[in-house]
């Protein structure tokens, strides 16, 4: 995704996205561990992913990023 359209989207919508990357990778990785992973550039393209919504969370002044996932990822176990 490109930081444009990062750069576009509210905070929620980018701990929404940077969750999803965190379980894609999450997924990614077990895969290459099995072997099972088919297009290993999936792994350098997600963490970039990762790093790009990190980045525009930082340039907005956005700080607990970790906390408010922790949080998101308690809130979502519970239901």
Request: positive net charge; glycine residues 6%; aromatic residues 2%.
């Amino acid at each position: 995704m490109k930081a444009e359209v990062l750069r576009a989207m509210k905070t929620d919508e980018l701990h929404a996205e940077l969750e999803r990357l965190r379980r894609h990778l999450f997924d990614l990785r077990a895969q290459a561990v099995t072997e099972k992973l088919e297009d290993p550039t999936q792994l350098g393209n997600t963490r970039r992913g990762i790093a790009r919504i990190l980045t525009v969370m930082h340039q907005r002044g956005e700080t607990g990023i970790e906390q408010h996932q922790r949080h998101l990822t308690a809130v979502t176990a519970r239901k």
